[in-house]
């Protein structure tokens, strides 16, 4: 806010951009005309521009997103919350079913640089770091063409959309804050996904402000992991457990694995067993994700028994398992699928 001007207008500006999520400048009415005039046509508010919109046969919508550069990310809105954050127990305590709930599924960069070998988002070729306001900008711009008060609806938050987070933590953290303090959505309702950026799991559990934990494992072992995550190279299993193993959980809080299958890779019964004694000890659950197929990713969907084999599995093992619903399969929004595809879709259900 400009010098002389008194801090409760800053304020003001804060909760109209935010809390009331105004779309224009000169929509902040707590802001005397004179001003409102003077903001509107010195400042642009940057939230993301409706690209496109596809909606699912399963209540899904997928949202391609375009900032000021021309550069689009995707952001999906799921109405009853994403099939594995949800509804499974980990949320115990809270009136879960008490109002309609949905969960946001978030970006936080254009295009990954992670290489994983079965996720369509590695292959975009333009990448770059969202700021922390178009990251907020996202969740604003669903929020208002869904009509949702915060107040009223239960909203999760689920930093799994394009990108990887934790390469972009500065502004990402920044943009969690903001989501807390502006918009009004607790960090108790946001689970953020890294594919595991080792050095950044140790900044995270020191945050006061932050969201749950999840952790893209999806092998038992550093083999089968380097085949299909490179960055296992770099941080492999051993320091990665390490660091979760350190991770400052809170109060009934969990670490999520999340473990995509790839038929006769990684989902055969002992690698269930292997990664069963992998996470031992540690509060978690595991979400359990047969693979979103696309083009140009050589692995294939397993079975359903196949899936559900390795869920009893762990479940025998003493380890909470879950299967997440693929959610907008149709319209290319289910997790790993994320590329801003534009054409009809050639796949089946
Ligand atoms: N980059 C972060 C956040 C994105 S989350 C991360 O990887 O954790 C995306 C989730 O979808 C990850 O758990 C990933 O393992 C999973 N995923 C990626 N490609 C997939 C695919 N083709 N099918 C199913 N899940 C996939
Ligand atoms: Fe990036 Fe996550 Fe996709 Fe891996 S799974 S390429 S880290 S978005």
Redesign the pocket.
């Known amino acids: 806010m400009a010098a002389g001007h008194p801090a409760y207008r800053g304020r003001q500006l804060f909760e109209g951009l935010y809390r009331r999520r105004v779309t224009a400048l000169d929509q902040v009415t707590s802001l005397p005309a004179s001003w409102r005039a003077l903001l509107a046509s010195a400042y642009e508010l940057g939230l993301p521009r409706m690209d496109a919109v596809f909606a699912s046969i399963d209540g899904t919508i997928r949202y391609l997103l375009e900032f000021s550069d021309g550069q689009s990310v995707e952001t999906v809105w799921m109405p009853e919350g994403d099939g594995g954050e949800s509804g499974d127990g980990s949320e115990a305590g809270e009136e879960a079913r008490s109002y309609a709930r949905a969960t946001i599924c978030v970006s ?1 960069q254009v295009g ?1 640089a ?1 290489d ?1 070998r ?4 590695a292959q975009l070729e333009t990448r770059r770091n969202l700021s922390a306001g178009e990251i907020v900008g996202q969740v604003i711009a669903v929020l208002n063409d869904r009509k949702v008060a915060v107040e009223s609806q239960r909203i999760n938050l689920v ?7 934790f390469l972009n933590y500065d502004n990402w953290i920044r943009a969690v804050r903001l989501l807390v303090e502006g918009v009004g959505i607790p960090d108790s309702r946001m689970t953020v ?3 595991g950026i080792v050095p950044r799991i140790h900044d995270f559990g020191a945050e006061p402000v932050r969201p749950k934990l ?3 494992l ?1 092998a038992p072992n550093d083999e089968l992991r380097t085949g299909i995550m490179p960055l296992n190279k770099k941080w492999d299993i051993a320091k990665l457990m390490a660091a979760v193993r350190d991770f400052p959980l809170r109060n009934r809080e969990k670490v999520t694995f ?1 473990y ?1 299958l790839l038929n006769e890779v990684n989902d055969r019964p002992e690698h269930a067993r292997e990664l069963a004694e992998l996470v031992r000890g540690i509060r978690c659950k595991v979400n359990l ?6 083009p140009g ?1 050589d692995f294939r969907t397993p079975a359903d028994q196949r899936v559900e084999a390795f869920q009893q599995i762990l479940i025998a093992s003493g380890i909470p398992a879950f299967i997440r619903r693929p959610r907008g399969r149709d319209i290319y929004a ?4 994320l590329k801003r595809t534009t054409e009809p879709i050639q796949i089946s259900l």
């Open positions: 936080s990954c992670v994983c079965f996720c369509l988002t930093f799994m959309g394009q990108g990887e987070p996904s890294t594919s999840a952790i893209s999806n999340e995509v994700i047969a693979l979103n197929p696309g990713i289910a997790c790993g699928q």
